[in-house]
């Protein structure tokens, strides 16, 4: 493996306090892929064969329902690894996984990362850092579905994505408007009345671009909590 | 710990296939705790000190927002452990843990539960096995959630909790209509309403007991998933 793929990976805590040996081991038999925009990596139901390590690009894992409708659970940024409780506990994924761009992820074989498992205390400890993480992100998902409101759940979002940008400085939504309202559990009709309901409360929408023109205002209305959002320093300051 | 303690915790998944040293060690100084109803063992933003195994009883898991809203993330019964992302992470409890009836907890300190894990990868390993559960029981959780109508998170909670009874048999709902209201993620107005409206199509409720009187009728309705629903075997016929 390349030294700079092995310092991408080393970004991920998952491989932080591994070995140099011990990643090597890991890696040894994992591919690359380079995939389109669109594309599935594996779909719920299926069993996993490989744990995806995100290198470039953007992933969505959707939830489907029986009659086809599909909702974003999650969006998955560099460098990052999904979904590892299938692939730990050998059950089938309750998720499907959507390149978002152009994406290159690295598929480590499961039944090596398993076998590896049994082998490495290490490897355990750093893994159950990693799936504690994940279930913790999944108790922030609940309960900013069921505690908040539309207005508040997209207000919530901007201070913690661009609580760091200046007053008044434009900026790009990472995603588009239709996944947006997807992964905040709402319609596309209800995204853009609570953008409307912002305008007067600190922050702006043009096409797929942002002002937050008065972000204590925002926090006021909205309220971002550390226990819910996953919040910079700055965020908390009122 | 007294023989039948031991009988009681072999229950449980994440001490199944500890030794028997491993899991003497482990609860060499766990202690345990008789609490009433309504009884607070944690608060979400402490930090965690035990890991709780239930040995009896019942434990909610709330969700809160700033403002002192509260929604039920999950019910916890006998014999299960909570929450344990937070004792690994040790970071703050995201949910509080509320007592729904007389219950027993076993606490195991978590300064104990991490020094083992650190010497001892079989632990790490049945703790892998446990968070994998729960992280899953999460994402089941938020596609119910988003993928839902009231109407189907309601039968499917019916169909999963009462599949296995014969049809025409009245079973009593295991916790009061506020709770599960908030558990399924809806007012208790709306619960009422969509007790209503299964009526007709297999369950009928009265007071705190459910009658499912056509579950075949109630599952082509609510269409449970093996991907959202815990089901068993009977669950899944159609």
Redesign the interface.
């Known amino acids: 493996m390349s030294s700079a793929r092995i310092t991408a990976l080393r970004r991920l805590e998952l491989f932080q306090s591994l070995p140099e040996s011990g990643l090597a081991r890991l890696t040894r038999n994992a591919v690359t892929l380079n995939l389109p925009r669109a594309a599935d990596l594996f779909g719920?139901?299926e069993e996993p064969e490989f744990l995806h390590v995100l290198l470039e690009g953007g992933v969505q894992l959707l939830?489907?329902?029986?009659?086809g409708?599909e909702?974003v659970?999650e969006v998955v940024r560099p460098v990052d690894c999904f979904i590892?409780?299938?692939v730990?506990?050998n059950?089938?994924y309750?998720?499907t996984a959507r390149t978002l761009e152009p994406t290159r992820v690295l598929l480590i074989p499961a039944t090596e990362l398993r076998q590896q498992?049994?082998e490495d205390?290490q490897l355990?400890?750093t893994?159950?850092?990693t799936?504690?993480?994940?279930?913790?992100d999944?108790?922030?998902?609940?309960?900013n579905?069921?505690?908040?409101s539309a207005v508040q759940r997209l207000g919530c979002y901007l201070v913690t994505e661009f609580g760091d940008a200046a007053a008044g400085t434009e900026v790009r939504l990472p995603v588009d408007k239709k996944l947006l309202a997807s992964h905040l559990?709402m319609t596309p009709e209800t995204l853009s009345r609570a953008f409307n309901a912002l305008r007067s409360h600190g922050a702006t929408v043009h096409g797929g671009s942002v002002t937050l023109t008065d972000p204590a205002a925002l926090r006021a209305l909205c309220?971002p909590?550390n226990?819910?959002d996953i919040l910079h320093p700055a965020d908390e300051a009122q």
């Open positions: 719920q139901g939830g489907g329902a029986s009659d409708r909702t659970v590892l409780a299938a730990l506990s059950e089938p309750l998720m498992l049994a205390p355990a400890l893994l159950l850092a799936l504690s993480k994940q279930y913790r999944m108790v922030r998902n609940i309960k579905l069921k505690l908040r559990g309220q909590d226990l819910i």
